[in-house]
């Protein structure tokens, strides 16, 4: 699908290259989408739900963001307008219909180069909830847009029912495409923050050690298969065995609100508290290595402007931390913040630019890293939809590329603490995952109750 005549092409910016990135590491695009559903106690209007998304989809430029081939290249424009003339209702008799149901759509290709950007499906509970389910692709959208598509539609649903003004305009997504074209500044900051990066991940440690959730199993099998006893850096990122599966365990209330008390009490941020246990577990089921590396997803919405902007802002990053086993738990999560200030500062350094650093450093393969899972936080926040109950849910795309995308977050209406592991059958196994949440849970509750316990204690006791 390609622009008529006067609609402006742009290039991509680097967060959305990273998109184009993965779909070399995967013939199944689906790998790139974002399948995320909200549900609502009360009973929505449909109809009036559904001219909402038309205004949502003229106030939100990223839903009008179409892509297409030029060249060896892909390129972008925004339509002028698009509406949706029918959104199809679903309504489910139980939760494992609804999950299969949504799942298949979600493991579904969009044709984005024949205009097919995203769908939406409204949908009804068995247990008679009202929700919103989009799948869009990571062209338009992260999973923070997807995040703010919901609160800006369920607000201007309000405005209509209410028959009040339309909520403040948000930010188009094409002034910030236009901020990154052709920025010889911005290429300069670029360069300079990704020498500063490459040497405070890579350049003045070892060689990184593969932190595998399911412990040194792929490592061990890939050293057998190419007779090298040494190796710490498998060869996983492999197009075809790609297919997935998804995994969510809510912690319990009262877990939940014992971790907040903690976070609350130190003034720390949950991804600190929650990734430290993470590392710490890693640890321990990877011959006690101290050296833990992941991509971690970066938000990248710096300023207030961003944040209310739809599109595609996210850039993973490469977070390496050395645990010191006698440093205790509250101290090494603040080590954790420290690590975290330094990586966003240097976040516009795009993610294409930092895999070939790695490669470079250590001369890596193609399917050859250090990196054992994708890892991200989804900040709530306060309830954006006032005093609405809702349950938020991201389905299973079917494809990934790297071995694991563990999403983390709290749910803003009950306080509870959801991890949805999306990980690849051909690397890892669910009891394999089990096992792993479930030592990441004994870690954090250790931590949290015993905040001045050393690592090397608490290693002791898992």
């Known amino acids: 699908m390609k622009p008529k005549n006067g609609e402006q092409v742009y290039n991509l910016i680097h967060s959305q290259e990273m998109v184009q990135y993965m779909w070399k590491y ?46 060896m290249k892909v390129r972008q424009y925004f ?10 209702v679903k309504e489910f008799s ?11 759509v979600a493991s579904t290709k969009l044709d984005v180069f024949g205009g097919e950007m995203f769908k939406v499906i ?15 692709s990571h062209m338009i959208m992260d ?40 920025n010889p500044a911005l290429e ?50 492999l197009p075809v065995l790609d297919r997935t599966q998804l995994i969510k365990k809510h912690l319990s209330e009262e877990d939940s609100n014992e971790i907040s008390a903690f976070i609350r009490e130190h003034h720390l941020s949950a991804e600190w508290v929650i990734q430290t246990a993470f590392r710490i577990y890693l640890s321990k089921i990877n011959r006690h290595t101290n050296d833990s590396l992941f991509w971690v997803l970066c938000p990248r919405r710096r300023t207030v402007k961003e944040k209310r902007c739809g599109g595609t802002l996210a850039s993973p990053m490469p977070w390496r931390e050395i645990l010191d086993d006698n440093k205790s738990f509250l101290n090494t999560v603040h080590q954790l913040g420290e690590t975290q200030l330094f990586l966003f500062r ?19 393969s193609l399917m050859q890293t250090s990196n054992s899972m994708m890892f991200s936080y989804l900040p709530s926040g306060d309830n954006p939809f006032g005093d609405r109950k809702y349950d938020f849910s991201a389905y299973n795309f079917g494809h990934y590329v790297m071995p694991i995308y563990t999403l983390t977050m709290q749910e803003a209406s009950t306080g509870r603490y959801v991890f949805s592991y999306i990980h690849r059958l051909f690397l890892t196994k669910e009891q394999e995952i089990l096992d792993f949440h479930n030592g990441v849970v004994r870690t954090l509750l250790l931590g949290v109750r015993n905040p001045q316990k050393t690592i090397g204690e608490i290693l002791e006791e898992l």
């Open 26 to 71: 995967s013939v199944h695009m689906q790998s790139t989408q974002v399948p995320v559903a909200i549900a609502f106690e009360e009973k929505l209007d449909f109809m009036i739900l559904a001219r909402a998304v038309n205004i949502e989809i003229e106030r939100n430029d990223c839903m009008r963001l179409r892509i297409f081939r030029d060249g």
């Open 94 to 104: 139980s939760k494992e219909e609804q999950v299969a149901y949504f799942d298949s």
């Open 143 to 182: 999973f923070a847009a997807a995040f703010m598509f919901f609160k800006d539609l369920i607000a201007v649903y309000d405005s209509l029912k209410n028959e009040t003004a339309l909520p403040k305009a948000m930010t188009k997504y094409e002034d910030i495409i236009k901020s990154e074209q052709d």
């Open 122 to 136: 409204f949908f009804r509970t068995h247990e008679k909830k009202s929700g919103i389910f989009i799948v869009a």
């Open 346 to 364: 240097h976040s516009d350094v795009p993610f294409t630019t930092v895999r070939q650093t790695e490669r470079d450093r250590f001369g890596l």
């Open 79 to 88: 339509l002028n307008e698009y509406r949706l003339n029918k959104i199809p």
């Open 188 to 237: 300069e900051r670029i360069a300079k923050d990704a020498k500063e990066l490459d040497e405070f991940v890579f350049a003045e440690k070892k060689r990184p050690f593969y932190n595998a959730v399911n412990g040194t199993k792929v490592l061990d099998w890939q050293s057998r298969l190419f007779h090298q006893p040494d190796m710490n850096m498998p060869h996983i990122y």
